[in-house]
């Protein structure tokens, strides 16, 4: 590279140019944690809130982790008292609005581990847009829901 300066310049004008089509830059990740499943289970839930901070509405259209082989969002329906999974192939969220996941409701569903889940060990989770980069957060493992 003849000239990496102009080259950086350049970048940085295209990305500025690429502006709001960046869906996921405007997606915040909150209040994360996953339940330390017990010994010998193959999956583990996660929970958090993610934030349209942006002023068009965006699609979160799945989740993944490199700590598990695969990664769901979920949410769960009760049905004549009993609670049913359903998998969420997508979550559109409004400008200034949420997605919250919490024990009861709606979570990411996370199979398979490939690592042991020591308490306070961080995960990454990365969240894929229709638009834009994915948003990359790391949440503690922990025993039970951290208190607000
Ligand atoms: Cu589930």
Known sequence: ???PAMTVATLV?????????AACDHLRAERGWLRQPPPGSDSAAAYLVLHNDGSEALTVRGVSSPAFARAMMHETRYVEGRAEMRHLHAVEI????RFEARPG??????VEPRQTLALDDMVELRFECAQGDPLVTWVPV???APTP
């Open 1 to 3: 590279m003849k000239n």
């Open 13 to 21: 004008a295209i990305l500025l140019a690429a502006g709001p089509a």
């Open 94 to 97: 409004a400008p200034g609005g």
């Open 105 to 110: 409701g709606a979570h990411l569903m996370l």
């Open 142 to 144: 922990r025993r039970s």
